[in-house]
Each structure stands twice: as C-alpha cells, then as structure tokens.
C-alpha cells in the first residue's frame, strides 16, 4: 500500500519473534498488538480540520492527495481549476470531511480547506497590495466572476484591460493575476482588477521613459487613438498627445486628413511633465514653416488670392497658401460705416482676392482687405453728390436729433430732425417714417474728411413760413380747428396752412365757455415768429376788442392791420371826455396784459 513508502521513524517490538511470523506462528504477538503498531506509524487527524497534504497523483477528473493517513483522499480537479500549474508532489491544504465513508475511503476536500482561510487570505492580500491569482469562471452581467481562493470575486469589465474589452467571453476559463481593490466584509463582497497589475507596470515603464526624455528629441511612435482635439500616439510603452494644431501648418478640421490609426510616424517632443507623466508632441515641427518659404517679393498693396478657413464675427483667416494666413477685417470688406457682421460678406470654402493692407514676416501676421478692390466712394462725392443735389436714400436707423442714411454703400448721411418737415413738430423720426423706408433728400454739406454728409428733406419744398409772414400779420383774424389740447393750451391747425398756440386764457369763447377740441374759430394772430416758426393765436381777442370799439369805427377786417390797436386807443381817447378816462385806462391796461 501506499501508506508505507510515507512510514517514518518506525521502531521494531523488542519481543517480537520474527522466525514465528515467517513460520505462520505469531503467538507472542495478538493481532490488536499489530493493529495498535500500525496505527502509530499514521499521523492523528479528526474531522473538520485543515491539515496539509502531498499531491501524489494527477489526472483529469481527480487529485489524490496523501496526507499521511491509512488511505489517500481523492478530490476532484475542478477544485484546483485556480491552480493550473499544480504539479505531483506540491503541498496543499485539505479539509477533513470524513476519516471513512461508506467504502472506507478517506473524504478530504480542498475547497472548504480554501474556504476557511479565504477571507483571511483576501484580507492580508488587500493589505499587503499583494498579486494573487484567480480562475475566471463566468461572464455576469458589467464582467466576470473569478474564483479567488475559493470565494467567487467580481471583476468588472472596465477592471479587465487598459484597453475597453469588446469581447468578454475570450477570458472565461483563464487564470490571470489580479489585485484586491475592494472588500465588503458585512455582505462579504470582494472586487478585483487584472487592469491595476498592468497600469502599475506601465507606470514604472512611463517613468523610466520619461526619465530620459528631451526636448526637440525626434521619436518614432505609433498612432494608437485618434479624437477630435488630437492624435495620442504610442512611444513605446508611454502614449503622447500631438494637439490637433500641432498636426500641420495649415488649418486641420479632422485629424484623419493627416494621420491613420496605427500608422508609425516621426514626432517630436515639445514639451512633458514628470509627475503627471503628460507628453505633448509635435508632428508639424519636423517640417519647415511656411512663412519661410513665403515669397520674398511680396508687399503690402499686392493683389493676393486664397480660401476662407476660418470666419468670425469679427472677420475671415483666408489661407494664400498651406499654412500661411491673412485676416479680413469686417471693417475692410466693405466701405459701409455699418456695424455688420462677416457672415453677410463672406463664409467658409468661398475663393476671394483681396489687397495686403499690413505685412509682418517677423511675426508671421497679414491683414488684407477686399473693399479697397472697389473705388472708395468719397473720393469723387463733391461730383456725384454736390451741395443741392437731390438723391433717394435708405433709411438705416434712427436717432433722438435725426436719421440716419445710405444714398449707397458706404456713403452716410444725417437727416436732422429740424430738416424733416417746414411745418410738423416732429418729436422723434419714428413718427416720420421708418427703418429701411426710402426717403428724398437734399444734400445741405459735405465733410469729406471726416466722411459726413449733411441732408434735409423739408428743403425740397418751398419754405412755407415766406408766404406765412405775408398771410398771418399780427391782428390778422383767420379761421383755424383746435387739433390737440394740451394743459398749457391748444395747438390750432389754420385754414391757409401752418399751425398756431393758443394759451387757455385765449380760448375763452364769448359765453364765457371754453373752447373744446376739434371746433373752428376765428383767431387773431397776437405774435409771429418766422425764424422760430411760431403763431401765438387768440379767440377772446376776436370778440373782446370789437366790444370796445365805437360803432362808427367797428368793423371786420380779415386783411393785414399793422399795429391796429394803437389807432383804437387814439380814436376811443379822442371821442371821450376826461370823465370818461376811467374807460381808457381799462383798455389800455387790457392791451398791455396781453388780452
């Protein structure tokens, strides 16, 4: 049997007659006696403990395992599916199920043995930051279930690989090496990662190779990721980052236009940092910049032609050659002294020409233009638009004091509000017209240096307030509609044109009532002012002065009576006798307070 090759330290019975037992006669010693001796030769085990025991055999299905008992224990391979490098003669730890079944056979079992060391085991490697290994056993929903000395741990799919894991079931049935990352002792939950073995080893390589890294040092690498800010580029064993602007000298807009996945390209470094092991790299440095090739002889006036790569509110980057720009100003797009935005000129792909306004080798900057392809519109303005020309124009927005204007595109002008109508007070353009509306205009002045034209609009007509002055003469009575009320008075739109104001005290109508808006009256014209266009009208003088004149001297003039009250005060004072000079101390009062 089995059992005696592991048979140690055995001592002979001093009594025991060895010539009897070969005889078949062995009556000084009893069978219990030889039962007894035996049992000593074999290690004391009880059930329900872990001893330790000796692979003695291998196969598929089983592993016999001695542990110095009368017989073997024999336990099935799966148990040992962690271990596949278990090897005849490797000590192992079994646990004791029975000394004996049925059949009188041994029942060990290494699971259990594993089982009751587990959380111990699990526990110092969590610890300790050890490497231990587990067999993958199943797919599970997020990763894999891997049996860890016996206790089945979760590994999840973005534990597996630095790299995303497309295809899971590539890993079921491998034992792999793993770190302990996470233990729930309450629900007794363990978390492994295969991934954190790896980024260890990568974070000790990246260090080395950072360690000797430079500046301006050339490298070969390959394309390992590729995203729409840049290219990450695989140096050996530490990836760098070539940002899309250091791809090429020109405009890029997606990355593929330069460079493919794992294709091998030359880089160099521009800058990195040790202890955020970040590398930035360089592809369009290995070549030379474009600036320097630029053609010598160009100069500022030059006529330049190139595409839109870029365009902002602000203006456009037009490309006259790989990697070599100029940029329009919106105000250099067009003559017009509107505010507008690029888009309105220009958008991205369009093919333009336009003018070198500044040339800066040294700083590599441009600036073009392409309004100056188009004759400036002042130059020539005392010809297309003298003083007393008449033109339509755009109204483009307004102002509190006026309009302004485009007669074309880049040539203004202002409308003041005094300019707009001979006769309206007009409170604000708004009432006049409206934004984009056309409207006539008169050219008043010109200032060509600082780019203004001088409009008026009501100057296309005759100035009303010369026949005014000849219609409405103080005194002159005409007949006129109350068309707004005011607290101050009533403005009073007259029959032969032109409004008038009348204070309240002077719509007092002859009843002693006041008078309403829209009623028509006869009025008389106290003052008028032609420069400050104003008529200051009366009602109550239309009826008050013609009670204190004399019959013989009454009547109805609507023509012009300059200074018409003073012949009244004369004839009343000489058809009265000195008692009667109270009266004309009335009237004379009257006329000097304005009644």
């Given at each position: 049997?089995s059992?005696?090759?592991n048979?140690?330290n055995?001592?002979?019975?001093?009594?025991f007659?060895?010539?009897?037992?070969e005889?078949?006669?062995s009556?000084?010693?009893s069978?219990?006696?030889?039962?007894?001796?035996y049992d000593e030769t074999?290690?004391?085990?009880?059930?329900?403990e872990?001893?330790?025991?000796t692979?003695i055999?291998?196969d598929k299905k089983?592993?016999?395992v001695n542990?110095?008992?009368k017989?073997?224990?024999?336990?099935?391979?799966?148990?040992?599916r962690?271990n596949?490098?278990?090897?005849?003669?490797?000590?192992?730890?079994?646990?004791?199920e029975?000394?004996e079944?049925?059949k009188?056979?041994?029942?060990?079992?290494?699971?259990?043995a594993?089982l009751?060391?587990?959380?111990?085991?699990?526990?110092?490697?969590?610890?300790?930051?050890?490497?231990i290994?587990?067999?993958?056993?199943?797919?599970?929903?997020?990763?894999m279930i891997?049996?860890?000395?016996?206790?089945?741990?979760?590994l999840?799919?973005?534990?597996?690989d630095?790299?995303?894991?497309?295809d899971y079931?590539?890993?079921v049935g491998k034992?792999?090496?793993?770190?302990?990352?996470?233990?729930?002792?309450?629900?007794?939950?363990?978390?492994?990662?295969?991934?954190?073995?790896i980024e260890?080893?990568?974070e000790?390589?990246k260090?080395?190779i950072?360690s000797?890294?430079?500046k301006?040092?050339?490298?070969e690498g390959?394309v390992?990721n590729?995203t729409?800010?840049?290219?990450?580029?695989?140096?050996?064993?530490?990836d760098?980052?070539v940002?899309?602007?250091?791809l090429?000298?020109?405009?890029v807009?997606?990355?593929h236009e330069?460079v493919?996945l794992?294709?091998?390209?030359?880089?160099?470094?521009?800058?990195f940092?040790?202890?955020?092991?970040?590398?930035?790299?360089?592809l369009?440095?290995?070549?030379p910049?474009?600036w320097?090739?630029l053609?010598?002889?160009l100069?500022v006036?030059?006529h330049?032609?190139g595409?839109?790569?870029?365009?902002?509110?602000?203006g456009a980057f037009?490309?006259i050659?790989?990697?070599?720009?100029?940029?329009?100003h919106?105000s250099?797009?067009?003559?017009?002294q509107?505010?507008r935005?690029?888009?309105?000129?220009?958008?991205?792909?369009?093919?333009v020409?336009?003018?070198?306004?500044?040339?800066?080798r040294q700083?590599?900057?441009?600036?073009?233009g392409?309004?100056?392809l188009?004759?400036d519109?002042w130059?020539?303005i005392?010809?297309?638009?003298?003083?007393?020309?008449?033109?339509?124009?755009?109204?483009?927005?307004?102002t509190?004091f006026?309009?302004?204007?485009e007669?074309?595109e880049?040539?203004?002008?202002?409308?003041?509000?005094?300019?707009?109508?001979?006769?309206?007070?007009?409170?604000h353009?708004s009432?006049f017209?409206?934004?984009g509306?056309?409207?006539?205009v008169?050219v008043l002045d010109?200032d060509k240096?600082?780019?203004?034209?001088s409009?008026g609009?009501k100057?296309l007509e005759?100035?009303?307030w010369?026949?005014?002055?000849?219609i409405?003469?103080p005194?002159s009575?005409?007949?006129?509609?109350?068309t707004e009320?005011?607290d101050?008075?009533a403005v009073?739109t007259?029959?032969?044109?032109g409004?008038?104001?009348?204070?309240?005290?002077h719509?007092?109508?002859e009843?002693g009532?006041?008078?309403k808006l829209g009623?028509?009256?006869?009025?008389k014209v106290?003052e008028?002012n032609?420069?400050?266009?104003?008529?200051i009208l009366?009602?109550?003088?239309t009826?008050?002065?013609g009670?204190d004149?004399?019959?013989?001297?009454?009547?109805?003039n609507?023509?012009?009576r300059?200074?018409q009250?003073?012949?009244?005060?004369?004839n009343?004072a000489a058809?009265?006798?000195?008692?009667?000079?109270d009266?004309?101390?009335?009237?004379k009062?009257d006329?000097?307070n304005?009644?």
């Open positions: 049997m059992d005696f090759n048979v140690k055995v001592q002979p019975l001093a009594d007659n060895w010539d009897e037992f005889n078949g006669s009556s000084n010693v069978k219990q006696d030889l039962e007894k001796a074999l290690n004391k085990i009880q059930e329900h872990v001893v330790e025991g692979v055999s291998i089983e592993v016999v542990i110095g008992y017989s073997d224990g024999i336990i099935p391979a799966s148990e040992f962690y596949p490098d278990l090897k005849v003669g490797d000590k192992v730890e079994v646990y004791v029975d000394q079944d049925k009188g056979q041994l029942v060990l079992s290494h699971k259990k594993r009751s060391k587990s959380w111990e085991l699990i526990n110092k490697a969590m610890e300790n930051n050890e490497v290994q587990g067999y993958i056993k199943c797919r599970t929903k997020g990763g891997v049996d860890v000395f016996g206790i089945e741990a979760f999840p799919g973005s534990q597996i630095v790299h995303p894991i497309r079931d590539m890993f034992t792999m090496e793993f770190k302990v990352v996470k233990i729930n002792q309450e629900f007794r939950n363990v978390v492994v990662s295969h991934k954190a073995l260890a080893e990568l000790a390589q260090r080395e950072i000797h890294l430079e301006g040092q050339v490298l390959t390992k590729i729409s800010y840049g290219v990450f580029v695989d140096l050996g064993g530490v760098g980052l940002h899309i602007t250091d090429s000298w020109g405009r807009s997606d990355p330069v493919q794992d294709q091998k390209i030359n880089v160099v470094i521009l800058d940092d040790e202890e955020k092991k970040r590398i930035a790299l360089g369009k440095q290995l070549t910049h474009p320097d090739s053609d010598p002889n100069k006036g030059d330049v032609k595409k839109v790569v870029v365009i902002a509110d602000y037009v490309e050659q790989p990697g070599v720009e100029g940029l329009i919106v250099e797009m067009s003559w017009s509107h505010l935005s690029a888009q309105e000129f220009l958008h991205v792909g369009d093919e020409e336009a003018v070198i306004l500044s040339l800066d700083e590599r900057k441009m600036s073009l392409i309004k100056q188009k004759e519109p130059e020539t005392e010809q297309k638009y003298p003083v007393g020309s008449r033109h339509t124009a755009k109204v483009r927005n307004f509190n006026g309009i302004f204007v007669l074309e880049g040539v203004d002008g202002l409308i003041h509000i005094s300019d707009l109508s001979w006769t309206k007070k007009v409170k353009p009432e017209t409206s934004v509306a056309d409207i006539d008169v010109i240096e600082n780019r203004r034209l409009l609009h100057q005759e100035n009303p010369d026949k005014y002055e000849e409405y003469t005194g009575v005409h007949e006129g509609k109350i009320m005011m101050k008075g009073i007259l029959t032969e044109g409004e008038g104001f009348a204070t309240p005290k719509l007092t109508k009843d009532s006041q008078a009623e028509v009256l006869p009025f106290i008028f032609k420069d400050s266009r104003r008529i009366s009602h109550s003088r009826f008050e002065e009670k004149e004399p019959k013989a001297t009454r009547r109805h609507s023509g012009a300059k200074a009250d003073t012949p009244v005060i004369n009343v058809g009265t006798s000195l008692g009667d000079l009266v004309l101390a009335k009237l009062a006329l000097e304005g009644k």
